[in-house]
C-alpha cells in the first residue's frame, strides 16, 4: 500500500523527489504508516506527559533565572559563572536534537523520550548535588543532553496520538498546558529560593519528569521507527566542537583574555572543518539545511531563533536588573514575570485554531512585532517604574508575541513535510532556535558590556562625580550585585570617589538601567529585522495569480 502526496511549490517538489524534477504536481510515494492515533484517554495521559516534561525543560531556561544570584552568592565564580548557568543547558540541548531527531526516525518516539528523560533526571539530581560551579554546570549541561534526546520525540508523540487532521488544536492545547509550566516557572523558582534554596528546584523537577515518563511508558506502546537512518555521531561531535569552542572563547575570553579566547576559537574552526570534511559529498547530512529551502520551514527557523534569543537575553538581565536594582526578591521578581507567561498560556490553545484555518505565516510575522514591541516598552524601564501599569503590560506584550511564535512556527513545518522526516525537520528548527537561544545570553551579555563604559560615564555625570578609573571599575564590578546597601562600606565607597553610601548605590543602580535599556533597544531590532524576513518569505512562496 502507498500513499501519494501532491505539492504544489515546486521547491518542495525538487526536494522531495528522488529525481529532483521541478513541476507543479510531481508525486512522492512513501510507504503508508500503520494508524497511530490512540484511544481518547491515552491521548489525554500522552498529551499531559508531553506538556508535562516538555514544561519542566522550558522551567530549566526560566526557573533558574530568578535563582542566579543566589547560585552566585553561594557557588561563587561570579559573573562568568551564571552565564554558563544559563546557556549551557540551551547550547547542549541544541546540539543533541540533531542526532536525536534521527533517532526518533529510526528507533521511535517511545523509546528516545524514556531514554532522554532517564539522563535528564540524573542530571538533576547532579545539580541539586553541586558543591562547586563545575559541578552544576556539568549538571545543566547533562541536563540539555537529556531534554534535546526527548525534544524530537515529544511532538511526534503528541501528533501521531491525536492525527494529522487535529494536529493543531493537539499543538495549541499542549502550548497551554507548556505555558502552564512556564507561568510557575519563575514564581516557584522565587519560592524554593527564598525557603529552602534553590538545589530544591532540581529535585522537583527529577521527581516529575520520572512520574511523566512512567506514564508514557505505560500508555503508549512501542512502534517501530519509521526509517533507518545512520546518526552521525562523528559530525555531531564536531558540530558540538563548534558551538562550545565558540561559546568558551566568548566567556573566558573576556574573563581570562585574548590568548583563551584565541584557542578556542581554534578549535572551534577546526571542529568546523572536521564538520565540512565529514559531510561534504553526503545526501544525508547532520544538519540538513537543504529543508531550510522550503519557505515555511525556513520562516519557522526564524521566527523561533529572533525569538528565543531576544527572550533568555532579556530574561537574563530582566531578572538581575529586577533583584538588584529594583531591589525586588527572588519570589517578588516571580510574581512580576507571571503575566508574560499567563499571557501565553491563554492564547495558546486560540492561536492554534488560527493557524489551523489560516495558516501559520501571518502569525509569525504578528508575533515577532508583539514580541519587539514588548522589548522597547520594557527598554523604558527604570527602578521607579510601576508594576501593574508598566512592567506587567510590557510583559504580556513579550508573553503574547512568544506564544504567536511558538504555537506556529512548531505546526509549521510538520505540515511541510512527509511523516518519514518529521523527527528531523524538528530537531533541525529546535536546533536553529537553541543555539539562537544559548547565544542570546552571551549576545546580550556582549551588548551590555559593550554598553557598560557609556552608561557608567553618564551615571557619573549625572551625579557630577569624577570618572576616573577606579571610580568607573568600582560601578562597573557591581553591576547586578543584589542587596547593594549591604555590602558596601562607608570607607570602601570614600576610597572609589564617592561621597557615601546612597549616592554609589544610586550610581550603579542609574548605569545599570542606562546599559540594560540599551541591550533592550538592540534585541526588539533584531526582532524587528526577523519579522521583516519572515515577510519576505511569505512573498516569495505565495503562489503567483494565473
Not at 533526571?121 to 549538571?139: K, S
Not at 508583539?370 to 508594576?387: E, I, M, P, T, Y
Request: net charge positive.
Amino acid at each position: 500500500m502507498r500513499l501519494t502526496l501532491l505539492h504544489d511549490q515546486p521547491l518542495v517538489d525538487h526536494f522531495f523527489h528522488p529525481s529532483g524534477r521541478r513541476g507543479l504536481g510531481a508525486e512522492v510515494t512513501i510507504p503508508a504508516q500503520t494508524s497511530r492515533v490512540l484511544p481518547r484517554r491515552a491521548r489525554r495521559i500522552v498529551l499531559a506527559a508531553a506538556a508535562t516534561v516538555s514544561g519542566l525543560f522550558a522551567l530549566d531556561s526560566t526557573v533558574i533565572s530568578v535563582a542566579l544570584p543566589a547560585i552566585r552568592d553561594d557557588l561563587g565564580g561570579g559573573s562568568a559563572t551564571i552565564e554558563w548557568v544559563s546557556s549551557v543547558y540551551l547550547l547542549t540541548f541544541a546540539v543533541t536534537l540533531l542526532p536525536a531527531g534521527r533517532m526518533v526516525d529510526r528507533y521511535g518516539a517511545r523509546r528516545m523520550f524514556l531514554s532522554g528523560v532517564a539522563v535528564y533526571v540524573a542530571a538533576a539530581f547532579l545539580g541539586a548535588l553541586a558543591a562547586a560551579p563545575w559541578m552544576l554546570i556539568l549538571g545543566r549541561g547533562a541536563q540539555g543532553v537529556g531534554a534535546g534526546i526527548v525534544g524530537p520525540s515529544v511532538l511526534v508523540l503528541v501528533t501521531d496520538a491525536f492525527g494529522a487532521e487535529r494536529r493543531g488544536w493537539a499543538i495549541g492545547l499542549f502550548g497551554m498546558l507548556l505555558g502552564g509550566f512556564s507561568a510557575a516557572g519563575p514564581l516557584v523558582g522565587g519560592i524554593f529560593t527564598d525557603t529552602v534554596g534553590w538545589q530544591a528546584i532540581f529535585v522537583v523537577h527529577g521527581v516529575l519528569a520520572a512520574a511523566a515518563a512512567a506514564l508514557v511508558a505505560r500508555t503508549v506502546p512501542h512502534l517501530a521507527g519509521r526509517a533507518r537512518l545512520p546518526l552521525l555521531l562523528g559530525s555531531t561531535a564536531a558540530l558540538a566542537g563548534v558551538v562550545l569552542g565558540v561559546q568558551v572563547s566568548i566567556i573566558e575570553g573576556r574573563r581570562l583574555g585574548w590568548e583563551v579566547g584565541v584557542l578556542f576559537v581554534a578549535l572551534a574552526v577546526a571542529s568546523a572543518l572536521v564538520l565540512w570534511r565529514r559531510e561534504r559529498g553526503r545526501t544525508d547530512r547532520v544538519l540538513d539545511f537543504a529543508m531550510l529551502r522550503i519557505p515555511t520551514v525556513a520562516a519557522s527557523a526564524i521566527a523561533r531563533s529572533v525569538v528565543s534569543f531576544s527572550f533568555y537575553g532579556n530574561l537574563f538581565y530582566l531578572t538581575l536588573f529586577l533583584e538588584s536594582s529594583a531591589g525586588y526578591s527572588a519570589f517578588q521578581t516571580g510574581l512580576i514575570l507571571l503575566p508574560s507567561s499567563i499571557a501565553g498560556v491563554a492564547v495558546s490553545p486560540f492561536v492554534g485554531r488560527v493557524v489551523d484555518r489560516t495558516g501559520p505565516g501571518s502569525v509569525m510575522a504578528l508575533g515577532t512585532a508583539v514580541a519587539a514591541a514588548g522589548l522597547f516598552a520594557l527598554a523604558l524601564a527604570d527602578n521607579d517604574s510601576s508594576v501593574a501599569f508598566h512592567l506587567a503590560p510590557a510583559l504580556v506584550l513579550n508573553g503574547l508575541g512568544y506564544a504567536l511564535v511558538s504555537v506556529a512556527a512548531k505546526s509549521a513545518p510538520l505540515g511541510a513535510v512527509p511523516d518519514s522526516q518529521h523527527g528531523r525537520v524538528t530537531s533541525l528548527v529546535s536546533f536553529v532556535s537553541r543555539v539562537a537561544s544559548g547565544f542570546g545570553v552571551t549576545f546580550a551579555t556582549g551588548v551590555f558590556h559593550l554598553l557598560s563604559g557609556a552608561g557608567v560615564a553618564r551615571a557619573l555625570s549625572d551625579r557630577q562625580l569624577p570618572d576616573a578609573s577606579g571610580t568607573a571599575d568600582f560601578v562597573r564590578d557591581r553591576i547586578g550585585v543584589g542587596d547593594l546597601q549591604a555590602h558596601l562600606k562607608a570607607a570602601q565607597v570614600k576610597q572609589a570617589g564617592f561621597p557615601d553610601v546612597p549616592t554609589a548605590v544610586a550610581t550603579v543602580d542609574a548605569a545599570f538601567e542606562w546599559i540594560f535599556a540599551g541591550t533592550l533597544f538592540v534585541l526588539g531590532a533584531i526582532v524587528v529585522a526577523g519579522g521583516a524576513a519572515i515577510g519576505l518569505l511569505l512573498l516569495r512562496s505565495r503562489p503567483a495569480r494565473p
